[in-house]
Nanobody, 124 residues
Framework: QVQLVESGGGLVQAGGSLRLSCAAS????????MGWFRQRPGKEREFVAA????????YYTDSVKGRFTISKDNSKNTVYLQMNSLKPEDTAVYYC?????????????????WGQGTQVTVSS
């Protein structure tokens, strides 16, 4: 079992930045692939970014490339999502996810554990 707790969401103006954190417990964090998804109003939950448990391979959805950065700190059992140059269309509930496999995938059905979500609102 893995428990995930997100923090760091909030309200920010367009062009601003936020950093989301996800603290994990219950499984060897170094052998857990971590990711972030988001659910925008009226939309399905979608993949945003992921880092494989080795830390060597990182993936982003096209719409956030160059603006968002995912990182994993095994010493703190925490994964981060640094979000810069935020846009109103980034407004969503952001979910942390964990996968008991070495590879990252974009399909939410293949992720094993989820956090409760944190709201990010970007005003224009």
């Amino acid at each position: 079992q893995v428990q995930l707790v997100e923090s760091g969401g909030g309200l920010v103006q367009a062009g601003g930045s936020l950093r989301l954190s996800c603290a994990a417990s219950g499984r060897t964090f170094s052998r857990t692939t971590m990711g972030w998804f988001r659910q925008r109003p009226g939309k399905e939950r979608e993949f945003v970014a992921a880092v494989e448990w080795s830390g060597g391979t990182i993936y982003y959805t096209d719409s956030v490339k160059g603006r968002f950065t995912i990182s994993k700190d095994n010493s703190k059992n925490t994964v981060y999502l640094q979000m810069n140059s935020l846009k109103p269309e980034d407004t969503a509930v952001y979910y942390c996810a964990a996968r008991q496999a070495p590879d990252a995938v974009s399909s939410r059905a293949l992720w094993d554990y989820w956090g409760q979500g944190t709201q990010v609102t970007v005003s224009s």
